[in-house]
């Protein structure tokens, strides 16, 4: 697989988790997240280096236009609220 296919889908999910970011109830992001795969296919079969440098650099910008300023964390995630929370327990926990 080519390095320019994997950066255009790392780009992709980039785009997907942003858009998670805003709208963290995934009844509400399904709709902008079809849009995003819309969006995407219709640019799939650009054959223009020009063009297609133009598309990602577009869509970089659009991305850092996007950005949350407090991105979604799952709370047992590193920088989530739980994170940790019970290591000291389950560090000390003899049975």
Do not use: C
Not at 50 to 69: A, N, S
């Amino acid at each position: 697989m080519s390095a320019h296919r994997n950066y255009v889908r790392s780009l992709y999910k980039r785009a997907l988790y942003t858009s998670l970011d805003w709208y963290p109830n995934r009844l509400h992001w399904r709709p902008i997240a079809l849009q995003i795969r819309a969006e995407f296919e219709a640019n799939r079969g650009e054959s223009s280096p020009v063009r297609v440098q133009k598309l990602v650099r577009e869509t970089e910008d659009v991305l850092e236009e996007y950005r949350h300023p407090l991105p979604y964390k799952y709370m047992t995630a590193p920088g989530g609220t739980k994170y940790e929370r019970n290591k000291w327990f389950e560090d000390n926990m003899t049975l």
